[in-house]
């Protein structure tokens, strides 16, 4: 299923609305805006998101610096396009990297949501970016977990440091870290254990592992499939630890996008990947823009 493909249905029927008609006006765009304002929260945008955004483009649909000699319906699309590229960051957000010594980026987030995968996909992508890599396994509750990352590290080619399920995952970051540094490597990405649901004790781990390593990213993955969900995770796993970005992940299945388009505007976070499949290669930055075109069909 494409993720933004009802939206994008949805959004259709608002534009056709305005065919024929000379200029917008408060009156025309009323049911056009109604259309968008439905499409969006049948895509599972958050509600607070879906209300400002509806209220700024209703302004700027009536305001004065529309384009002339554009059809009507032609500037409410334009106007749509640039406000979606705005509610997501503007902007791409790549990795930071750290001034000197080993980057090091922490990854966070609920059991099964697709965290592990992403370790193995970010250093893939390091690696074509020509920077080394080291895995870390401090995910000590699922010994699964740590088999998992040694396969998919084996897959990519980078090494995975782990020591088993009995010390503590600060301990182990920190000598992994220990270890970068020693052999040179650029970067080490960390695993760290999920919950069902967020808890007292994933969260002190979490803080515990970042004030050992103090990581340049501390980046949560979240499912896409949560919808209306994602965006408040990714606010809560900020005020909790600080995290730096998110990656969302499934956007392969059958998510409805309402999570992309919410995380940045609720939690003031951007959101850095995608992954889109179980291949190594389905990760990608997160371009407002192209997003933008995606819903716009
Ligand atoms: P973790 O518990 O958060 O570490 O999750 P895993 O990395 O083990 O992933 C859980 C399941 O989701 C596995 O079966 C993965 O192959 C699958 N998975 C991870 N990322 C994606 C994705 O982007 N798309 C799809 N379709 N499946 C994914």
């Known amino acids: 299923a494409e993720m933004f493909g009802q939206l994008t249905t949805g959004l259709e029927s608002a534009w056709n609305k305005l065919r024929g008609v000379d200029v917008l006006t408060k009156e025309n765009i009323a049911e056009?805006?109604?259309?968008?304002?439905?499409?969006?929260?049948?895509?599972?945008?958050?509600?607070?998101?879906?209300?400002?955004?509806?209220?700024?483009?209703?302004?700027?649909?009536?305001?004065?610096?529309?384009?002339?000699?554009?059809?009507?319906?032609?500037?409410?699309?334009k106007i749509v396009h640039d406000e979606l590229v705005q509610l997501t960051g503007g902007e791409v957000c790549d990795l930071v990297?750290?001034?000197?010594?080993?980057?090091?980026?922490?990854?966070?987030?609920l059991q099964g949501v697709g965290k592990t995968t992403i370790c193995a996909k970010l250093a893939f992508y390091l690696k074509k970016l020509g920077k080394s890599c080291l895995l870390v396994?401090?995910?000590?509750?699922?010994?699964?977990?740590?088999?998992?990352?040694?396969?998919?590290?084996?897959?990519v080619g980078v090494p995975v440091?782990?020591?088993?399920?009995?010390?503590?995952?600060?301990?182990?970051t920190k000598n992994a870290l220990e270890e970068a540094k020693r052999k040179n490597i650029d970067a080490i990405v960390v695993d760290t254990a999920g919950r069902l649901q967020i808890d007292k004790?994933?969260?002190?781990?979490?803080?515990?592992?970042?004030?050992?390593?103090?990581?340049?990213?501390?980046?949560?993955?979240v499912d896409?499939?949560?919808?209306?969900?994602?965006?408040?995770?990714?606010?809560?796993?900020?005020?909790e630890i600080g995290i730096t970005g998110a990656i969302l992940t499934k956007l392969d299945g059958d998510s409805r996008g309402g999570a992309?388009?919410?995380?940045?505007?609720?939690?003031?976070?951007?959101?850095?990947?995608?992954?889109?499949?179980?291949?190594?290669?389905?990760?990608?930055?997160?371009?407002?823009?192209?997003m933008a075109q995606r819903v716009l069909g």
């Open 32 to 77: 056009p805006i109604r259309d968008i304002r439905r499409a969006l929260l049948e895509a599972d945008v958050s509600l607070p998101v879906v209300r400002r955004f509806v209220s700024s483009i209703s302004e700027k649909a009536l305001g004065a610096d529309l384009i002339r000699g554009v059809r009507p319906d032609q500037q409410l699309v």
């Open 97 to 109: 990297f750290a001034k000197s010594g080993p980057t090091v980026i922490l990854l966070a987030g």
């Open 137 to 155: 396994a401090a995910d000590v509750y699922r010994p699964a977990a740590i088999d998992q990352l040694t396969i998919l590290g084996e897959q």
């Open 161 to 172: 440091y782990s020591e088993g399920t009995e010390a503590k995952p600060a301990q182990i």
């Open 201 to 221: 004790s994933m969260m002190d781990e979490l803080k515990e592992v970042k004030k050992v390593v103090n990581p340049t990213e501390v980046l949560l993955v």
């Open 224 to 239: 896409a499939m949560t919808g209306q969900e994602a965006a408040a995770l990714v606010t809560t796993f900020n005020i």
């Open 260 to 290: 992309a388009l919410s995380v940045k505007e609720v939690s003031g976070k951007p959101i850095k990947f995608v992954g889109h499949g179980e291949r190594m290669e389905d990760l990608e930055l997160f371009y407002p823009d192209r």
